[in-house]
């Protein structure tokens, strides 16, 4: 079965970097385009980036656009999430998904806080 997991969450301060992982298993990762949603607390989950199946086509949210760059390695079955010049605004749980299957991993929590 599909199983996606999510890693790389943590506390960092204004300003600073992290980069997320999500590993994906039980479908043939290289055929699908993938997408990272977050949900802040007491908010609705917001479409943060999603990629194309060969990595060649990205889209961003207007928040992230410009800090944020999501990247795919399909050797590895792999989608990332470099986030830069992070705000608190940007403190969430941060999920993976195929962007046309409603499967989700746990998350993973990035606090962003001094």
């Known amino acids: 079965q599909v199983q996606l997991v999510e890693s790389g969450g943590g506390l960092v301060q204004p300003g600073g970097s992290l980069r997320l992982s999500c590993a994906a298993s039980?479908?043939?990762?290289?055929?699908?385009?993938m997408v990272w949603y977050r949900q802040a607390p007491g908010k609705e989950r917001e479409l943060v980036a999603g990629i194309s199946s060969a990595g060649g086509s990205r889209t961003y949210a207007d928040s992230v656009k410009g800090r944020f760059t999501i990247s795919r390695d399909n050797a590895k079955n792999t989608v990332y999430l470099q986030m830069n010049s992070l705000k608190p605004e940007d403190t969430a749980v941060y999920y993976c998904?195929?962007?046309?299957?409603?499967?989700w991993g746990q998350g993973t929590l990035v606090t962003v806080s001094s």
């Open positions: 039980g479908f043939a990762f290289s055929r699908y385009a």
């Open positions: 998904k195929r962007r046309d299957l409603e499967v």
